[in-house]
């Protein structure tokens, strides 16, 4: 029995058909489905409508406009694609995230950017929530609303992009003369997010995934012997792979700063992703201490692990020792909490434990 309804035939084979249009627009149904499929096809032009919608999705994946593809994406999932009747805006919601389901998985990444895949995955799945006619005016940080925000990450994330040889995202224009770094880096976000404000905000969250994804899919998140070359950026210089545990601690604090702003818990990285960033922390709080006249002990504790840096000058005996929690270690490298309000455990010198933690918040460029 089959109904007849507006625009389209819905027959009896309707539903087990539907399913397979992921599969059909990828190449990969099987040879014994394809002639139940094709012909009903031939018959129902609301299916045959969605599978021509599918396939033109996945060739833009796999070759052309991704940003595009993903923008279609998130529309269709939000409810802001046409409608369609009998509850079609979920259904093709859940037809185009099956497409994506069922493609070939991307290579793994090495440890070094496992970081960054995790946090990736946090700021996809937030912005998710929000759609296109989201709170993306929302002030969340600096002078900074959602959408400037997800525009900073965009620039953030160039440096190393271009580094390893991949495409910028927005035009670059010609910077100011002797500038500090930090100067250059705060003249490119504000360029950045200028450019930003004249697409909406499905379209740089498309282009910031792209670039992300790009990140991701390059020959230095998988190969951990070239990512062991060292290069400068953001006025650091270490090996490509701890760039990448930087790009993953930068985008876990603006995902944390964004869910703050709109009252939407984010979860703390898993345990080893965490402490990786701890490690990486320590390492570049050393360096920025490495010519002060004190010598400090730094235990940071909790989370499944716990580790002690003498932090500070060689020469000096240790002078005070602080305690802090892994998660309030990187808040406060981030510059998201005052020196002098940070939990901490401390004995001996408190003000050159007062100098460790000042100088630890003055590393942020978030």
């Not at 050393?286 to 010598?295: C, F, N, Q, Y």
């Not at 005996?317 to 401390?346: I, T």
Request: hydrophobic letters at 45%; charged letters at 25%.
């Amino acid at each position: 029995m089959s109904t007849e309804r507006e625009g389209h035939t819905m027959g009896s084979d309707h539903e087990g058909v539907r399913e397979m249009l992921g599969a059909w627009a990828l190449g990969a149904v099987l040879p014994s489905d394809e002639p139940r499929l094709l012909g009903h096809l031939a018959e129902c032009e609301w299916c045959a409508g969605e599978a021509s919608r599918l396939r033109d999705t996945v060739r833009l994946l796999d070759g052309g406009d991704a940003a595009l593809a993903y923008e279609r994406i998130d529309r269709a999932a939000t409810g802001e694609a046409a409608a369609y009747e009998d509850g079609g805006q979920e259904v093709r919601g859940r037809l185009l995230a099956s497409v994506l389901a069922q493609r070939p998985a991307a290579p793994s990444t090495a440890g070094h950017a496992a970081p960054y895949a995790a946090a990736v995955a946090g700021l996809q799945a937030l912005l998710r929530e929000l759609g296109e006619q989201g709170p993306w005016s929302t002030p969340v940080v600096h002078d900074w609303d959602v959408h400037a925000t997800v525009a900073h990450l965009l620039a953030a994330d160039e440096s190393l992009a271009l580094r390893l040889g991949l495409p910028g995202r927005a035009p670059r224009g010609e910077p100011p003369r002797d500038l500090s770094w930090r100067e250059q880096w705060a003249h490119r976000t504000a360029e950045v997010i200028a450019h930003e404000r004249t697409h909406s905000p499905a379209r740089t969250v498309a282009a910031w995934r792209e670039q992300s994804a790009a990140l991701l899919g390059a020959p230095q998140a998988t190969d951990p012997e070239l990512a062991a070359q060292a290069t400068t950026l953001l006025g650091v210089r270490l090996p490509i792979a701890d760039h990448y545990v930087v790009r993953g601690f930068e985008t876990w604090i603006h995902t944390d700063d964004i869910g703050r702003a709109l009252g939407r818990p984010v979860p703390t990285p898993p345990d080893p992703l965490l402490w990786r960033m701890v490690r990486l922390g320590v390492r570049i709080l050393d360096l920025a201490l490495a010519d002060d006249s004190v010598s400090v002990l730094l235990t940071v504790a909790g989370h499944g692990s716990e580790g002690e840096w003498v932090l500070g000058s060689e020469d000096e005996p240790v002078a005070a020792e602080l305690v802090l929690d892994p998660v309030d270690f990187c808040l406060l490298l981030a510059g998201r909490y005052d020196p002098g309000e940070v939990p901490r455990g401390l004995a001996g010198d408190e003000r050159a434990a007062r100098s460790v933690l000042e100088r630890a918040a003055r590393i942020a460029w978030l």
